[in-house]
């Protein structure tokens, strides 16, 4: 993840920075961390394909602990 945020600075804006870091955080069982990213992830995504894929993982997470 360290590289992962290494890069903010260089690929803010762009989805896939966001998409790889809401996989690793899913794959680490970081449930929040990752939603968020995939949110990230979707604002800043303009394929349509990408936008469903994205939108599947998302959905595929934990609900949120409350």
Known sequence: MDV???L???????????????D?????GKTRLARTAYHAALELCTNEV???YLTHRLAT??????
Do not use: C, F, T, Y
């Open 4 to 6: 992962i945020d290494g």
């Open 8 to 22: 903010d600075d260089a690929l803010a804006n762009n989805h896939r920075l966001h998409a790889v870091r809401a």
């Open 24 to 28: 690793l955080a899913r794959r680490a």
């Open 50 to 52: 990408e936008q469903r």
């Open 61 to 66: 997470l934990d609900p949120p602990n409350p």
